[in-house]
Each structure stands twice: as structure tokens, then as C-alpha cells.
């Protein structure tokens, strides 16, 4: 049975940093497309970061410089976050797809894919940056 679990969640001052995980079971990081994505109140889920089968690696523009996506040899994915905005506010969910191909147009959701096309979710964990 594959799952997901996110954690790392909290709240921050703005310029603060959060780091994320996400611990798989019942498959291998190896063998899929990973993916963070976010929603905030009244918005749309957004892709944020990828990671490829093939380690190929790829952000969203809004946290291109300022987020990092990696993963371990112990099936755990996490996002780094640092120089965090108010806007960055947001529940962060972790996806995985198999077998993986097209990644980054499934994180981003470049037509026809969209994040439905993603095969398991985590239950998602709560980013919060304020003053």
C-alpha cells in the first residue's frame, strides 16, 4: 500500500526558512515522478518542485532561488524552504506518479496533465509565513 506523510510544517516570520519531508512507503523514490505542490485559501493546487525517476529536478518561478527539492537513499523527499514570503502561505502536499514520465508537465500541470494526474497524495502539512 503506498503512502504518503508530510511533515515540517509551521510558522514562520517572514525571511525565515521551513524544511519539509516526506516519507514514502509501499514503493521507492527511484521509480516515480515526485512532486510538492501547494493551495492556499480560495486558490487553485500549484505545483511548486519535481524530482524525476532520473533525478532531474524542477521549481516553479515564484520559489526558483529560494526552495530546494531532494531526496534520500531512505524513500524521503523534502523541500527546503528559505527566504519565505507571506504568499508562500499555504497547505504543501507531496504527490508521487507512476511511472513517472513527463514529470515536470504533471507538477505544473502544462495541458493535458493536471495535478488528478498525480497517483497518491499525502495529507499535506501547513506553511504559514507572518509577521
Known amino acids: 500500500q503506498v503512502r504518503l506523510a508530510e511533515s515540517g510544517g509551521g510558522s514562520v516570520q517572514p525571511g525565515g526558512s521551513l524544511s519539509l519531508s516526506c516519507a514514502a512507503s509501499?514503493?521507492?523514490?527511484?521509480?516515480?515522478?515526485m512532486g510538492w505542490y501547494r493551495q492556499a485559501p480560495g486558490k487553485e493546487r500549484e505545483g511548486v518542485a519535481y524530482?524525476?525517476?532520473?533525478?532531474?529536478i524542477g521549481y516553479a518561478d515564484f520559489v526558483k532561488g529560494r526552495f530546494t527539492i531532494s531526496k534520500d537513499k531512505k524513500n524521503t523527499l523534502f523541500l527546503q524552504m528559505n527566504s519565505l514570503k507571506p504568499e508562500d502561505t499555504a497547505m504543501y502536499y507531496c504527490?508521487?506518479?507512476?511511472?513517472?514520465?513527463?514529470?515536470?508537465?504533471?507538477?505544473?500541470?502544462?495541458?493535458?496533465?493536471?495535478?488528478?494526474?498525480?497517483?497518491?497524495w499525502g495529507q499535506g502539512t501547513q506553511v504559514t509565513v507572518s509577521s
Open positions: 509501499g514503493f521507492t523514490y527511484s521509480s516515480a515522478c
Open positions: 504527490a508521487a506518479d507512476f511511472p513517472g514520465g513527463q514529470c515536470g508537465a504533471r507538477v505544473f500541470s502544462v495541458a493535458p496533465y493536471g495535478p488528478e494526474d498525480m497517483d497518491y
Open positions: 524530482i524525476d525517476s532520473d533525478g532531474r
